[in-house]
């Protein structure tokens, strides 16, 4: 079973930057793509980025291009998304997820973790 870990949320105002981790375990983290979801209550949850296995492949969702960026670090078992020029609709419950497969762009995900709450105010 593959376990992920989130971390990096917080309370900011509008224009700020946070950056997220997830940290990842009990298979080899080399070898498989990872996302970042949100989701705020009410509403459905949505994709925000994606990486590849190797790092040099990334989606984004077109609300976050310019402000976000993914990455990852396979020596440390973690990816990040750094998140810059904050909105308020930028808030919400901020999930990672990794799939059964390496393939690239994944067709769906299969692990996620417990989640990092986002909070922007204007």
């Known amino acids: 079973q593959v376990q992920l870990r989130e971390s990096g949320g917080g309370w900011v105002q509008a224009g700020d930057s946070l950056r997220l981790s997830c940290v990842a375990s009990?298979?080899?983290?080399?070898?498989?793509?990872v996302g970042w979801f949100r989701q705020t209550p009410g509403k459905e949850r949505e994709f925000v980025a994606a990486?590849?296995?190797?790092?040099?492949?990334?989606h984004y969702r077109d609300s976050v291009k310019g402000r976000f960026t993914i990455s990852r670090d396979n020596a440390k078992t973690t990816v990040y998304l750094q998140m810059d020029k904050l909105d308020p609709e930028d808030t919400a419950v901020y999930y990672c997820?990794?799939?059964?497969?390496?393939?690239?762009?994944?067709?769906?995900?299969?692990?996620w973790g417990q989640g990092t709450q986002v909070t922007v105010s204007s």
């Open positions: 009990g298979r080899t983290f080399r070898g498989y793509p």
């Open positions: 997820a990794a799939p059964f497969s390496n393939r690239f762009p994944p067709l769906r995900y299969d692990y």
């Open positions: 990486v590849s296995w190797s790092g040099n492949s990334t």
